[in-house]
């Protein structure tokens, strides 16, 4: 079982980037389970959503404490929360940011992908300047990351669930892919754009 946990903040669609990785899993032959954890109920405060993905039927519902990824939405939360609070060493952590952004000392037991989904965002005209919507970006660029599911499965998900600008979140979602900056500040390093395998499932 491989279990992600995604960092955002209100209003960058953390919670519907975690349904959209679910429908794509699942269309992709996995059994998935995603749900949120909210704080504070506002926009911009930190929010918290879950995915799990097996080959075989997950019988658990507990929350995620144990993730095997991260993905985060927005850079200030590095510094805001604890981002690897919990992460298996030599997990990726998805980072929505810069090539050669600062990273802290803790992140050195894992790898470290960013993309820049913000530009992606307001490139295609999602969400403000202020106020980015920078999900379907970052679903794209973590297709690429672990290697699965196939993009056309993210684009399909986008399809089902997006009703809004379907074709510019298409258009992030597939630039986005193609965007991901593979870091030097990892201790396991991949080829540079090759994806990572997922771990091969076990029983729930």
Not at 51 to 66: A, E, P, Q, S
Request: hydrophobic share 45%.
């Amino acid at each position: 079982m491989v279990e992600v946990r995604f960092h955002g903040r209100g209003g960058q669609g953390t919670v519907v980037a975690s349904i959209l990785m679910a429908r794509a899993f699942f269309q992709a032959g996995y059994f998935v389970q995603s749900f949120p954890l909210f704080g504070v109920e506002r926009r911009g405060a930190p929010v918290e959503a879950y995915l799990r993905l097996d080959k075989t039927k997950i019988l658990i519902r507990t929350n995620v404490y144990t993730p095997d990824h991260v993905v985060v939405m927005d850079p200030s939360l590095i510094t805001a929360v604890d981002i690897t609070r919990g992460l298996k060493p030599g997990g990726w952590i998805l980072i929505n940011g810069t090539k050669g952004m600062d990273m802290p000392p803790s992140f050195a037991s894992f790898r470290i992908a960013t993309v820049d989904a913000t530009r992606i965002a307001l490139k295609h005209s999602l969400g403000t300047r202020t106020h980015p919507i920078v999900n379907t970006a970052m679903i794209g660029a973590f297709a690429r990351v672990l290697g699965e599911p196939p993009l056309e499965a993210v684009i399909h998900a986008i399809e089902e669930e997006i009703p809004v600008k379907p074709e510019n979140n298409i258009a992030a979602a597939r630039e986005a892919y193609d965007a991901v900056i593979f870091g030097e500040f990892k201790p396991d390093r991949t080829a540079h754009g090759a994806p990572l395998a997922i771990c091969p499932p076990t029983a729930s």
